[in-house]
């Protein structure tokens, strides 16, 4: 007999499986948390502030009071997230020691270490990291990463990062795929991936983990966009709780992302939200104000 | 033995980890599809409501107005839950009103039964009639209690984290991350009992 072990790589990556085909909504306080949870969010992300009023605030963003982290713990039932700074591997023991369920190691923050990311594999709760690219999301699961999601360009209201990120994910698998065995070390150099892992998405022609969207989904169609795809979930950042209406918002997100392949579905449910938050084209950004090139 | 072709499952897609649960159906020779509406519930020799956020897949369920129909499904037919299955299939929960499970058999469950993420775990696990299996138990729920009809498969730390009652089988692990398909061939072989839909009209 083999005993009972916590923090196995099955349990970190089974914990992300079982949140597929769902949604994953940032909240700031208990009150929140309460309304994703009975709209059907599969888990909450709490914060100080979503991404949006981050980058309005400007300034250095950290890791959330434990104070706010603990109220959402309390308030529902569901999983909960937190985000730690790309490399603070301090914040995320904090994290860790509260006993939040997943860790974002996420570029809505300030990175602290422009250089390292976090090592994930020596801690027990697992990780979710972004990626623009087969490669990014390969060295994030190289270091222990359990789940993936697109970067997109958070707090913009605006899918096409999330859309691009998604698609170059996905043709480069398609990609690694297509070659042979021998090709597939010089392709490994080229993503700048780890050689194990690109033969293991190969044998699998798949991610061998779980890769949700994010960066950008603000109403239920850009949610049922990304599920088409290919996403296996959504994480929605500022998009519902700076829309007009969150319960309705949450909701209709929560059933597109149920029912993306149903149309008449997705006409109803899309119908009378009220106004999305507000969007910011990508081009107006410079290079500094793009969150997705933090972390490499 | 499970012959090729033993039954068609029915996977419920709503929410969580429906393509493992598919993948796992076909291991033992059985077909596996995703259900998502009544009329692919009409299909199904078998339906597993598989593994994920036990209030999502209710909200989902309610909205699609599936209570019912697997209410009585589950009277006529072979049903398998894991983890949020086992939970909506209770009867009851322990201390928490949501989500409304669905009733289908004699159960208490509490939710989160094993603690948060950080608890969750794997570990050999002893089940009557299969032997050792590799049990990966993810925010477990475990039955709390259980009715006189059910009979109690397996036990973890005095939990009890596998039963059945008639053609209900319930497990608060997830026999769909390993690769080890005697869970799945156990069901199986209740679809095998049950014989074909069509010679039996619900």
């Known amino acids: 007999m083999d005993g009972k072990k916590i923090g196995t790589e099955t349990v970190k990556r089974g914990m992300a499986q079982m949140q597929k085909g769902g949604v994953i909504m940032d909240v700031v306080n208990a009150g929140q948390a309460k309304i994703a949870?009975?709209?059907?969010?599969?888990?909450?992300?709490?914060?100080?502030?979503?991404?949006?009023?981050?980058?309005?605030?400007?300034?250095?963003?950290?890791?959330?009071?434990?104070?706010?982290?603990?109220?959402?713990?309390?308030?529902?039932?569901?999983?909960?997230?937190?985000?730690?700074?790309?490399?603070?591997?301090?914040?995320?023991?904090?994290?860790?020691?509260?006993?939040?369920?997943?860790?974002?190691?996420?570029?809505?923050?300030?990175?602290?270490?422009?250089?390292?990311?976090?090592?994930?594999?020596?801690?027990?709760?697992?990780?979710?990291?972004?990626?623009?690219?087969?490669?990014?999301?390969?060295?994030?699961?190289?270091?222990?990463?359990?789940?993936?999601?697109?970067?997109?360009?958070?707090?913009?209201?605006?899918i096409v990062e999330a859309v691009r990120h998604m698609r170059r994910v996905n043709a480069q698998i398609g990609a690694v795929c297509a070659k042979g065995e021998d090709e597939l070390m010089s392709f490994a150099k080229d993503l700048g991936a780890p050689h194990e892992l690109v033969l293991e998405v190969k044998r699998q022609g798949r991610l061998p983990v779980v890769n949700f969207a994010?960066?950008?989904?603000?109403?239920?169609?850009?949610?049922?966009?990304?599920?088409?795809?290919?996403?296996?979930?959504?994480?929605?950042?500022?998009?519902?709780?700076?829309?007009?209406?969150?319960?309705?918002?949450?909701?209709?997100?929560?059933?597109?992302?149920?029912?993306y392949l149903d149309y008449a579905e997705l006409a109803a449910l899309s119908k009378g939200l009220g106004a999305p938050m507000k969007g910011l084209e990508i081009s107006g950004l410079t290079r500094e104000q793009r969150m997705q090139e933090r972390g490499w | 033995m499970v012959i090729m072709g033993a039954g068609r499952i029915g996977v419920l897609s709503l929410q969580g980890a429906v393509s493992e649960h598919i993948e796992a159906a076909r291991r033992t020779g059985c077909s596996g599809f995703a259900v998502k509406n009544r009329k692919d519930l009409e299909a199904a020799d078998a339906l597993v409501i598989p593994g994920g956020e036990s209030t999502a897949i209710a909200r989902l369920i309610r909205k699609q107005g599936l209570e019912e129909e697997i209410r009585s499904f589950a009277r006529a037919r072979p049903l398998l839950g894991t983890c949020a299955g086992l939970i909506l299939c209770a009867k009851e929960l322990v201390a928490c009103p949501d989500p409304a499970p669905l009733g289908v058999m004699d159960i208490k469950v509490e939710r989160n039964g094993f603690g948060r993420q950080k608890d969750s775990f794997e570990t050999d696990l002893e089940?009557?009639?299969?032997?050792?299996?590799?049990?990966?138990?993810?925010?477990?729920?475990?039955?709390?209690?259980?009715?006189?009809?059910?009979?109690?498969?397996?036990?973890?730390?005095?939990?009890?984290?596998?039963?059945?009652?008639?053609k209900t089988l319930v497990t608060a692990f997830h026999p769909e991350l390993t690769d080890d398909g005697r869970i799945f061939s156990y069901f199986a072989g209740k679809i095998q009992a049950a014989g074909p839909r069509r010679l039996h009209s619900d």
């Open chain 2, 127 to 166: 089940v009557e009639g299969i032997g050792t299996v590799r049990a990966v138990f993810i925010r477990a729920p475990f039955i709390h209690a259980a009715g006189p009809r059910v009979r109690v498969l397996a036990r973890f730390e005095g939990k009890i984290v596998m039963a059945e009652q008639g």
């Open chain 1, 214 to 259: 994010a960066g950008g989904v603000a109403t239920p169609a850009d949610a049922a966009l990304m599920m088409a795809l290919g996403a296996d979930g959504i994480f929605v950042g500022s998009g519902i709780f700076k829309s007009d209406n969150p319960e309705k918002f949450a909701r209709a997100i929560v059933n597109a992302t149920a029912h």
């Open chain 1, 37 to 158: 949870e009975a709209a059907g969010a599969v888990a909450v992300m709490a914060l100080e502030r979503v991404p949006s009023d981050i980058r309005a605030a400007g300034g250095v963003a950290r890791m959330a009071d434990p104070a706010i982290i603990e109220e959402v713990m309390r308030a529902v039932s569901i999983p909960v997230m937190a985000k730690a700074r790309i490399g603070h591997s301090m914040e995320a023991r904090i994290l860790e020691a509260l006993g939040v369920d997943y860790i974002d190691e996420s570029e809505v923050l300030t990175p602290a270490d422009e250089e390292f990311h976090i090592h994930k594999k020596e801690f027990t709760v697992p990780f979710v990291c972004g990626c623009r690219d087969l490669g990014e999301g390969l060295r994030r699961i190289g270091e222990g990463a359990a789940m993936l999601r697109t970067k997109g360009e958070p707090g913009t209201g605006n």
